[in-house]
């Protein structure tokens, strides 16, 4: 049972987003009084509660999602909250629905998308793994972020071949190090506020670290937002090697660490928003015709799932007419199909682009 402290913060949380009529949020949606009440007193087996999951979109009211999971037993505990959340954002994948068993499929399906080079400018494939037995950030103690980051590094440490690298700890990095970990844009900083808030950030910056391979083409981040983000990614458009070498380097991983993974919802990260395969493939893409066309781009990216973003991300504008476009659907397919339907939709986009004259 949580305790009597607990509860008061969580009513009066509860009170705040009743009263924010502006809010969006996909909490402010689900949490209705009657799911409030059924979950306000309930405990997960490492201490997390309710006020774990909504914190964050409680001091955030303008969270798009704003709830976290802070272990992997919230899902199931907190189900009646992160349902119907999961289904709303993951559209069609229904409360009755369940995650399909991980399947890379034949990795010599995926090919170059631009072989001639002109449109696309770098691939990239990443997806997000937490460690069993560990919770997500809010319940990590120091020593915890500790023990993982050894267990990571001497993990990625014995890696052969092409993801043959280096791995090098945020804590006491030098200056050097650092900038040239900028320039290449592999450091993450420490979380935004919504992250903050959710008490992802906590002994910054213990047991954080960055790996990555001499050639620079894959990248792992140790305790960011995800115990690991496992990220494959070069320049041009030669999307079949950069998702072998995503891979090869997850099967590598999977045998010295065990992941978290739940039977309805595939990979359990500490967002709802990157549950299932957690897989995201994307490209950097120039598409002069179709940016002055924003429709029709729209309109395709809709028929094969993709999100179409402006270059530095979310919420930015395409600069030069350069896109990040990206696969929308991770749950409820597999990795196969979710990357083979953004392969598709980037082969048409070309297409397109090339016919617009």
């Known amino acids: 049972m949580a305790d009597a402290a607990t509860i008061a913060k969580l009513e009066e949380g509860f009170k705040k987003l009743e009263a924010a009529t502006d809010c969006k949020s996909l909490l402010k949606k689900y949490l209705t009084k009657s799911v409030f009440d059924q979950l306000k007193d309930k405990k997960t087996d490492l201490g997390a509660t309710l006020l774990d ?28 909250l992160f349902d119907p959340i999961i289904e709303d954002y993951h559209k069609g994948f229904k409360q009755t629905d369940k995650h399909p068993n991980k399947d890379f499929g034949d990795v010599n399906q995926f090919v170059n998308v631009d072989p001639d080079g002109k449109f696309v400018i770098s691939t990239r494939v990443r997806c997000g793994r937490s460690m069993e037995g560990y919770p997500f950030n809010p319940c990590l103690t120091e020593a915890q972020y500790k023990e993982m980051e050894s267990k990571v590094s001497s993990t990625l440490s014995s890696l052969e071949g092409e993801l043959k690298g280096t791995y090098f700890p945020l804590t006491g990095m030098t200056k050097e190090v650092q900038q040239k970990l900028i320039d290449d844009h592999f450091l993450f900083k420490e979380g935004d506020r919504f992250l903050q808030a959710a008490n992802a950030c906590r002994y910054w910056p213990t047991g954080r670290g960055i790996y990555h391979n001499d050639n620079k083409t894959f990248l792992v981040w140790c305790n960011e937002e995800d115990h690991l983000r496992i990220i494959s990614m070069q320049m041009g458009g030669d999307l079949g090697q950069v998702y072998r070498r995503l891979v090869s380097a997850v099967n590598e991983i999977e045998k010295r660490v065990p992941f978290s993974h739940h039977d309805r919802l595939g990979f359990l990260t500490f967002c709802p928003t990157n549950l299932g395969t957690t897989v995201c493939a994307s490209v950097h893409i120039k598409l002069p015709k179709l940016a002055a066309n924003r429709e029709k781009l729209e309109e395709v990216a809709g028929k094969y799932s993709l999100q179409v973003r402006g270059t530095r991300g979310e919420h930015t504008e395409a600069e030069g007419g350069v896109y990040d476009i990206s696969n929308k659907r991770r749950m409820g397919l597999t990795e196969y199909q979710a990357v083979k339907e953004m392969q598709d939709g980037i082969i048409e986009l070309i297409k397109i682009e090339k016919e617009m004259q």
Request: charged share 10%; aromatic share 10%.
């Open 53 to 80: 999951v909504i914190q964050s979109g409680v001091e955030n009211l303008d969270s798009g999602v704003g709830v976290y999971a802070p272990d992997a037993q919230a899902y199931t505990l907190f189900a009646p």
